[in-house]
């Protein structure tokens, strides 16, 4: 799975809000309530957010191997 958990501390850490999201830069209301539901993102949204917050893609998005295939020899 693949989650964008890290996304919301980078923002912290940038000081960069929701709003400003939206306000300053652009993004649509639809992309941030995506966002803050965890659901899936394109790679045109994980390029804008990294340039936005100045900071590489593993400070946005995070891969967390399923149960399933952990327990699989």
Request: proline residues 5%.
């Amino acid at each position: 799975m693949i989650t964008n958990a890290p996304l919301w501390e980078t923002m912290k850490k940038k000081k960069v809000t929701q709003y400003a999201l939206m306000e300053h830069h652009h993004v649509s209301r639809g992309t941030v309530q995506r966002l803050r539901k965890d659901m899936p993102m394109n790679t045109s949204t994980i390029d804008m957010l990294c340039k936005i917050l100045d900071c590489k893609v593993e400070e946005v998005i995070q891969y967390i191997p399923d149960e399933e295939e952990t327990a699989k020899p």
